[in-house]
């Protein structure tokens, strides 16, 4: 694995303080934009309990008459369902397209449970990245592909179209790999990382960089990298749970994918600006059916509202 760099590239600050903008300029404006119908509200979610005990906050919306199998949504690290899928009209733009949903917030995230295993400091001369056991036990994407394949019994269903957006495409690809109820794949957010770091690309998103500050006591304390100061803030301002997100970045996937085993259409999605995303050609091309699409003048964080995003997505789930 290539090491990781000492400096997070300035760019994802920005890209952080921009989201944060932009989410709170949303939370100002709700009140008048949800009864302008200028972005979808979701409404309450159901509960179910995986194997190992944790809450998950789903909704499946079977309204749409049968034909094409229900959409499984996975959203990214450190928001949740209504931010991903929900606020830039997603799940509405589907059940316009006349397709059946399943949304669900991934454990720590959301509504969902949220494990108390918290990680550590890391001790005296220990990496700050070393593994934290207990945590890694409890989070992690293969736990959250178990969740997903879970809930996928329990509401039986026997096939389904899968869209994970980047810490969910590392689920969704995982997920695509062993279950064979997936009939099409899109995964966004993700390239080269992918096959280079076997998981969510941990050169752009250091949980070295990351961690301390989402667990200080002080975010204004001497030493803490912008870019992880930067997330403590979009994560506060989020109501995101920081210790559990914390726990996910230390037991983030780095084992790899069995991509040869990932024989459906598959769809690599990505912001042309996304530094998350780098040279999606290498995932794609790796793929046995993989094939590429570039959102112009979209970033990572940016990505989901672009207006081709949605129309990339229902197109390619159309086949």
Known sequence: ????????????????????????????????????????TLGPMERFTTSDGVAIAYDYDDSAPDGLPPVVLLHGFGVDSQ????????????????????ILDARGHGESGKPA?????????????APNEPAAGI????????????????LGVESYDL??????AITALLIAAADPRVRRLVVGGVGAGVI????????ELPPELIVPALLADDPTAAGLHPLGVAWRSFLDTAGADRVALAAQLQAAHKGGVDLNAITVPTMVLVGDSDNLARNPELLADALPDGRVYRLPAADHLGAPSHPRFLTAISDFLAG
């Open 196 to 203: 280079e770091v076997g998981g969510l690309d941990t050169r």
């Open 1 to 40: 694995m290539p090491p990781r760099p000492a400096r997070a590239p300035s760019g994802l600050v920005y890209d952080v303080h921009r989201a944060q903008d932009e989410r709170f300029a949303r939370h100002t404006r709700a009140p008048e934009a949800e009864a302008a119908g200028a972005w979808e």
């Open 117 to 129: 295993d918290a990680p550590r400091e890391p001790a005296a001369g220990e990496p700050a990245d």
């Open 83 to 102: 931010i991903n899928w929900g606020t830039p009209g997603i799940v509405d733009g589907l059940a316009d397209a006349d397709r059946k949903t399943v």
């Open 163 to 168: 869209v994970g957006y980047s810490m969910g």
């Open 139 to 154: 989070y992690g994407e293969p736990r959250m592909a178990l969740d997903v394949r879970e809930l996928v019994d329990e």
